[in-house]
């Protein structure tokens, strides 16, 4: 059982209330209660520019999302009874104001309904708490009006009342949405948990501190003076910047002269410098992190190194093959007999560090709603340090001299067999860059 799953064993009857508290969320109001963003916008220029650029202006529309709720999550919901929430829970996170309105599922994003608000200030800016004492799927205490919640409640507004609210800065508002039980019980989002049993929650580093970086300014235009404002940036695994370095990388070789024919053990050590949470974290069953390690030598040729297996339970799914996986997109794109598609494109032998998701008969899934079971939980903690070994047999046709050695972390959204197949926009399966290490060994004849 992995560590973070221990709550539902606790308190599956806390867990149950809450469910249905946010199911009986939906349909409970009607759009007109909630304020539009852009009504926002003349007070709070700068926190709305910035929340215009974030993820949380796109949950429902963008491409990714759109793609996959409207052409796997609701034709999978008409088909198969267990999973008919989904059509319309999944908006209870990616478009909360549709959610509350009862307009699910939403119309398409073309469409320019109110949904495409996706998770606006309003949502946010008007929670209460959450019912229950474990935030998750989208249990959330909604009070529209004009009575707006904030973390500091000092500023007056001549639109609407201002109310210092202690949980509007808590981890437990992102935790509503960034905890989510599928419909089979287990954790397919568990940021919010990972982050609670790390080591930051007792040195008071939070969600905000590191999506929500304060900086000195105004957070309205009539603020009258400056002070620290928690920015709207919401920075994560979306944006470059804030994916670079994440984990550190070490390399080093137990001997640096060698023959050909000769075995060089390379030693790696990989550190989670920077979430506050497992890497990858979130939507585990969609991202692709791995590393990459080959070897140059003087007249530049290339020598790819696989990671050396440690033998756990489970492992074949952390190490890159050409396996087949996710045969129940047939389900609902209704192709009987679906044979899968290549489980990840990149070298075979590479390490990857993920959580698999698996569907009720045991096989890899990505869609997270359909997700009865994991298996190896690989991804890296906080703070956390893994090691992997790589041992190299020297080619006898080496050239002599210097060897170059390089590991290259590497991180994708989506895997590229699953972007091709559900033509979703190259974008979402770049590789990103994570870091590097370098390091050398020398030939000799």
Same mark, same amino acid.
């Given at each position: 059982?992995?560590?973070?799953?221990?709550?539902?064993?606790?308190?599956?009857?806390? /867990?149950?209330?809450?469910?249905?508290?946010?199911?009986?969320?939906?349909?409970?109001?009607?759009? !007109?209660?909630?304020?539009?963003?852009?009504?926002?916008?003349?007070?709070?220029?700068?926190?709305?520019?910035?929340?215009?650029?974030?993820?949380?202006?796109? &949950?429902?529309?963008?491409?990714?999302?759109?793609?996959?709720?409207?052409?796997?999550?609701?034709?999978?919901?008409?088909?198969?009874?267990?999973?008919?929430?989904?059509?319309? @829970?999944?908006?209870?996170?990616?478009?909360?104001?549709?959610?509350?309105?009862?307009?699910?599922?939403?119309?398409?994003?073309?469409?320019?309904?109110?949904?495409?608000?996706?998770?606006?200030?309003?949502?946010?800016?008007?929670?209460?708490?959450?019912?229950?004492?474990?935030?998750?799927?989208?249990?959330?205490? !909604?009070?529209? @009006?004009?009575?707006?919640?904030?973390?500091? @409640?000092?500023?007056?507004?001549?639109?609407?009342?201002?109310?210092?609210?202690?949980?509007?800065?808590?981890?437990?508002?992102?935790?509503?949405?960034?905890?989510?039980?599928?419909?089979?019980?287990?954790?397919?989002?568990?940021?919010?948990?990972?982050?609670?049993?790390?080591?930051?929650?007792?040195?008071?580093?939070?969600?905000?501190?590191?999506?929500?970086?304060?900086?000195?300014?105004?957070?309205?235009?009539?603020?009258?003076?400056?002070?620290?404002?928690?920015?709207?940036?919401?920075?994560?695994?979306?944006?470059?910047?804030?994916?670079?370095?994440?984990?550190?990388?070490?390399?080093?070789?137990?001997?640096?002269?060698?023959?050909?024919?000769?075995?060089?053990?390379?030693?790696?050590?990989?550190?989670?410098?920077?979430?506050?949470?497992?890497?990858?974290?979130?939507?585990?069953?969609?991202?692709?992190?791995?590393?990459?390690?080959?070897?140059?030598?003087?007249?530049?040729?290339?020598?790819?190194?696989?990671?050396?297996?440690?033998?756990?339970?489970?492992?074949?799914?952390?190490?890159?093959?050409?396996?087949?996986?996710?045969?129940?997109?047939?389900?609902?794109?209704?192709?009987?007999?679906?044979?899968?598609?290549?489980?990840?494109?990149?070298?075979?032998?590479?390490?990857?560090?993920?959580?698999?998701?698996?569907?009720?008969?045991?096989?890899?899934? /990505?869609?997270?709603?359909?997700? &009865?079971?994991?298996?190896?939980?690989?991804? /890296?903690?906080?703070?956390?340090?893994?090691?992997?070994?790589?041992?190299?047999? /020297?080619?006898?046709?080496?050239?002599?001299?210097?060897?170059?050695?390089?590991?290259?972390?590497?991180?994708?959204?989506?895997?590229?067999?699953?972007?091709?197949?559900?033509?979703?926009?190259?974008?979402?399966?770049?590789?990103?860059?994570?870091?590097?290490?370098?390091?050398?060994?020398?030939?000799?004849?």
């Amino acid at each position: 059982m992995h560590a973070y799953l221990l709550p539902i064993v606790i308190v599956t009857g806390f /867990i149950f209330a809450q469910d249905k508290a946010a199911s009986e969320a939906h349909g409970r109001f009607t759009y !007109s209660d909630f304020e539009a963003p852009t009504a926002c916008r003349p007070c709070h220029v700068d926190l709305y520019h910035q929340w215009e650029q974030a993820m949380m202006s796109q &949950a429902y529309t963008h491409h990714w999302d759109e793609i996959e709720y409207f052409r796997l999550a609701v034709p999978h919901a008409d088909k198969e009874p267990k999973v008919a929430e989904v059509k319309d @829970g999944c908006n209870g996170c990616h478009a909360p104001t549709a959610f509350l309105a009862g307009d699910t599922p939403p119309p398409h994003p073309s469409k320019g309904s109110r949904a495409n608000e996706s998770v606006s200030c309003d949502v946010c800016h008007t929670i209460k708490t959450v019912a229950g004492e474990t935030p998750f799927n989208f249990n959330f205490v !909604s009070t529209p @009006g004009k009575v707006k919640y904030g973390a500091k @409640g000092r500023n007056v507004s001549p639109y609407h009342t201002v109310v210092q609210n202690d949980f509007t800065g808590t981890p437990e508002l992102c935790g509503s949405c960034h905890n989510e039980q599928s419909p089979y019980g287990v954790w397919v989002k568990s940021t919010y948990l990972e982050w609670a049993e790390g080591p930051y929650p007792k040195q008071g580093v939070t969600c905000m501190t590191c999506h929500m970086p304060k900086a000195y300014g105004i957070n309205a235009i009539m603020a009258k003076e400056k002070s620290m404002v928690a920015q709207h940036l919401f920075h994560g695994a979306h944006d470059d910047g804030k994916l670079r370095s994440v984990v550190e990388l070490r390399l080093n070789p137990d001997t640096r002269e060698l023959e050909p024919s000769e075995t060089v053990t390379l030693s790696m050590q990989l550190f989670n410098a920077k979430t506050g949470h497992k890497f990858p974290s979130g939507s585990a069953e969609e991202r692709v992190l791995w590393v990459h390690v080959e070897a140059v030598d003087e007249d530049g040729n290339v020598y790819h190194i696989p990671v050396d297996p440690k033998g756990f339970k489970g492992e074949e799914y952390t190490i890159a093959s050409e396996a087949l996986a996710y045969q129940d997109l047939g389900i609902p794109l209704g192709i009987p007999d679906f044979p899968g598609i290549r489980r990840e494109m990149i070298p075979v032998g590479d390490r990857i560090f993920r959580l698999p998701y698996l569907n009720p008969d045991g096989k890899m899934t /990505i869609m997270q709603w359909y997700t &009865a079971s994991f298996g190896p939980d690989y991804r /890296i903690g906080p703070r956390e340090t893994k090691i992997e070994t790589y041992t190299w047999q /020297i080619p006898d046709d080496i050239a002599e001299g210097r060897v170059e050695i390089r590991a290259e972390m590497y991180y994708r959204k989506l895997p590229v067999p699953v972007a091709e197949f559900l033509d979703v926009p190259e974008e979402e399966s770049r590789a990103v860059l994570i870091n590097d290490a370098h390091t050398w060994i020398e030939i000799f004849y």
